[in-house]
């Protein structure tokens, strides 16, 4: 970590259970990869290699490698996930995914819609092999679903054996706990904090000024992802209060206002 020189309440080195910084590799290369370890190392959680794109990189197995030398953990973005699952080829995903080395999974029905006995028991039976995020919330902007249904959903789920649940935003945050103009469904978000412990979710956020607002809300040991590569520096900037957005709320908290 960082010479810390400001009297800041340093957050906890990795592993983490919160403050969790989950990234997007949308499809970077192995050089891309060292370069972001090399300056962002220290706040580097999880890596979701988003969507079906794990399937079409040539050097898949070098990359989880290299992930996995910098301790962290690197999984398959859930709707390869779904595809396997709309195609009757979930042992060919599970041989798939144990030979090229990944250890977390994640289960989502974004897109397919899965019956919520078959979601919970495919949880179930991942969870006996690997370390499971399940992910709540449609990709469908226009699919809206009342606050007690993602508090009961999100509950069968940890139940089930999920490590954390996933709140769905897309990669744009532009659908599921955000409006289609990328506001946070803020309703939504205290109904599922009051019932949810909040270590056990992550949010995912992509836009500067979604973190800042669940940062203020919820405080800088909460759990966000879908976080682009170039964007976990200043995450973390966020985190301590070293950025506008939110150091009136971190920063200065203890510093009497001047009169």
Same mark, same amino acid.
């Given at each position: 970590?960082?010479?810390?020189?400001?009297?800041?309440?340093?957050?906890?080195?990795?592993?983490?259970?919160?403050?969790?910084?989950?990234?997007?590799?949308?499809?970077?290369?192995?050089?891309?990869?060292?370069?972001?370890?090399?300056? &962002?190392?220290?706040?580097?959680?999880?890596?979701?290699?988003?969507?079906?794109?794990?399937?079409?990189?040539?050097?898949?197995?070098?990359?989880?490698?290299?992930?996995?030398?910098?301790?962290?953990?690197?999984?398959?973005?859930?709707?390869?996930?779904?595809? &396997?699952?709309?195609?009757?080829?979930?042992?060919?995903?599970?041989?798939?995914?144990?030979?090229?080395?990944?250890?977390?999974?994640?289960?989502?029905?974004?897109?397919?819609?899965?019956?919520?006995?078959?979601?919970?028991?495919?949880?179930?039976?991942?969870?006996?092999?690997?370390?499971?995020?399940?992910?709540?919330?449609?990709?469908?902007?226009?699919?809206?679903?009342?606050?007690?249904?993602?508090?009961?959903?999100?509950?069968?789920?940890?139940?089930?054996?999920?490590?954390?649940?996933?709140?769905?935003?897309?990669?744009?945050?532009?659908?599921?706990?955000?409006?289609?103009?990328?506001?946070?469904?803020?309703?939504?978000?205290?109904?599922?904090?009051?019932?949810?412990?909040?270590?056990?979710?992550?949010?995912?956020?992509?836009?500067?000024?979604?973190?800042?607002?669940?940062?203020?809300?919820?405080?800088?040991?909460?759990?966000?992802?879908?976080?682009?590569?170039?964007?976990?520096?200043?995450?973390?900037?966020?985190?301590?209060?070293?950025?506008?957005?939110?150091?009136?709320?971190?920063?200065?908290?203890?510093?009497?206002?001047?009169?």
């Amino acid at each position: 970590m960082v010479e810390e020189f400001l009297g800041l309440p340093m957050r906890a080195g990795k592993p983490r259970e919160s403050g969790l910084t989950h990234v997007i590799d949308k499809g970077m290369t192995l050089s891309e990869i060292d370069g972001m370890f090399e300056i &962002a190392g220290d706040y580097v959680d999880i890596v979701k290699m988003g969507w079906g794109t794990s399937y079409v990189t040539r050097n898949l197995k070098d990359k989880v490698r290299l992930y996995q030398s910098y301790d962290t953990p690197v999984m398959c973005g859930g709707t390869l996930l779904e595809a &396997a699952v709309a195609r009757g080829r979930m042992d060919d995903f599970r041989r798939w995914v144990t030979g090229h080395g990944f250890t977390h999974v994640e289960v989502s029905d974004g897109t397919l819609r899965m019956e919520r006995e078959s979601k919970q028991e495919l949880i179930r039976s991942l969870a006996e092999e690997f370390v499971v995020l399940s992910e709540v919330g449609s990709k469908d902007q226009d699919s809206i679903f009342a606050p007690y249904q993602w508090v009961v959903w999100i509950k069968e789920e940890l139940e089930a054996g999920a490590w954390k649940v996933i709140t769905e935003a897309r990669e744009t945050g532009t659908a599921g706990i955000f409006r289609g103009t990328g506001e946070v469904r803020s309703g939504l978000i205290d109904e599922i904090v009051h019932d949810i412990a909040v270590d056990r979710l992550l949010f995912e956020a992509p836009q500067k000024e979604q973190q800042a607002w669940f940062i203020r809300h919820l405080g800088p040991d909460v759990n966000l992802g879908n976080i682009p590569p170039d964007e976990v520096i200043p995450l973390e900037t966020l985190r301590l209060g070293l950025r506008s957005d939110t150091m009136p709320h971190l920063l200065l908290r203890d510093i009497p206002t001047p009169t």
